[in-house]
């Protein structure tokens, strides 16, 4: 089995690539949608030690903990060292089951792959990109969505240059929809019959 590591700064269409891998078979990890779990479970009460007050109702509150967040880097570090390594169980689960499936191909969606040693644990790294000027806008339309908000989270990541250099991969998403997914069949085709060597490495 051969692990894809997809990844992109916000706004670049990691959501729109997942999708595609989806709707051609590959089973898909997404990292966002874990920690929306783990918001409502797990993590909840390790989170409300570390940031009391921060939680409602049996789930974390994501507008009370951005409060708590703000002024305090330190506190994005806590986050992380809560939740990545939740996460990280959770991705462990879906390639054991991808594994016994006997999927050719599985795909672990993680924003921050590369700031998080993500990289280390896949067998080939893709990242999806655009111009920053069509990254600011298609983020700057999501509701709520500020350019402070914008640059704090961009601050946290890792430049898109340096995402693509180090990437075996790069899906430029600037264009339409069908031309993201026809860059993305010619990678799948690529990677036909490629054995990885990740899943026995890292995750078995």
């Given amino acids: 089995?051969?692990?894809l590591g997809l990844t992109g700064s916000i706004g670049m269409g990691k959501s729109a690539a997942a999708e595609h891998f989806r709707a051609?078979?590959?089973p898909v990890f997404d990292s966002d949608v874990e920690v929306?779990?783990?918001?409502?479970a797990e993590a909840v009460p390790l989170i409300e030690a570390a940031f009391p007050g921060t939680t409602r109702g049996g789930a974390v509150d994501r507008a009370l903990l951005s409060?708590?967040?703000v002024g305090d880097p330190a506190g994005f570090k806590q986050i992380e060292a809560i939740v990545h390594p939740l996460v990280r169980s959770g991705q462990k689960r879906f390639l054991e089951a991808c594994h016994r499936s006997g999927a050719a191909l599985a795909v672990l969606e993680i924003p921050l792959l590369f700031e998080t040693g993500g990289d280390e644990l896949v067998d080939v790294t893709l990242?999806?990109?655009a111009?920053?000027?069509t990254q600011r806008e298609r983020?700057?339309?999501r509701p709520g969505m500020t350019s402070e908000k914008l640059d704090a989270i961009l601050a946290r990541q890792l430049s898109d240059a340096e995402k693509r250099r180090r990437a075996d991969f790069v899906v430029d998403t600037a264009g339409t929809l069908d031309e993201t997914r026809r860059q993305i069949d010619s990678i799948v085709a690529s990677l036909k019959g490629r054995e990885g060597e990740a899943y026995r490495r890292a995750w078995s």
Wanted: aromatic content about 4%; cysteine-free; overall charge positive.
């Fill in 1 to 3: 089995m051969l692990i």
């Fill in 24 to 26: 051609s078979g590959v």
């Fill in 36 to 40: 929306h779990r783990l918001y409502a």
């Fill in 67 to 69: 409060k708590a967040l």
């Fill in 127 to 129: 990242v999806v990109s």
């Fill in 131 to 133: 111009p920053a000027k």
């Fill in 139 to 141: 983020v700057l339309a």
